[in-house]
């Protein structure tokens, strides 16, 4: 099954003008003994690698999976979301493989938001719920200032992850536990 949470960001990145691709490395993992993680990250293409921490199991994992797309991929960010990552924010920025952390249950305008400024070069400090480090490595914490009173705005597009999965070939491998957006 697909979270919510991806699908509504992965929408929200789309109608920005966002390319997104979701992989679900631990589905993939499970139905292919055989593959080669690293291989598969290896040929990712993206500016920016998002990995969801939303349970504390999940947290040696996903730290795991940061510090090999860190080696892979040196010039890219790579952030982390979810419930975890939320409440730990201030420990996981310490980590060296973690450049941002977008905080809260609905994070559709923050990544948006977080993405834009990326690729226009505006100051990070600007993107509402966001940790992140600076240039040389100082960490930065951002108000907790997006917290919607409902999430009726949101768009639940099923249909984005059809015709996205679908155009990539890569149906059993989307289904949602990390995501990777690239540049427009």
């Not at 290896?42 to 998002?50: E, K, M, N, P």
């Not at 980590?95 to 938001?113: F, H, K």
Request: hydrophobic residues 40%.
């Amino acid at each position: 099954m697909y979270p919510i949470g991806f699908t509504t960001m992965a929408t929200a990145l789309h109608e920005a003008g966002f390319r997104v691709r979701i992989i679900n490395l631990a589905s993939l993992m499970l139905n292919d003994r055989r593959l080669d993680v690293e291989k598969l990250l290896a040929r990712l293409d993206s500016a920016v690698f998002g990995i969801d921490l939303h349970w504390l199991p999940h947290v040696q994992g996903a730290l795991e999976v940061a510090k090999l797309l860190r080696r892979l991929h040196p010039d890219a960010k790579i952030l982390m979301g979810g419930f975890s990552s939320t409440y730990y924010h201030k420990e996981l920025i310490q980590y060296p493989q973690v450049d941002l952390v977008l905080r809260g249950d609905s994070t559709e305008v923050p990544v948006t938001e977080l993405m834009q400024a990326l690729e226009s070069g505006t100051p990070l400090d600007r993107v509402q719920n966001l940790t992140w480090k600076d240039g040389s490595g100082k960490a930065h914490y951002n108000d907790l200032s997006y917290v919607p009173a409902d999430l009726d705005h949101l768009d639940v597009d099923y249909g984005w992850i059809v015709r996205s999965s679908s155009s990539t070939g890569t149906w059993k491998g989307s289904s949602l536990s990390r995501i990777g957006t690239g540049t427009r």
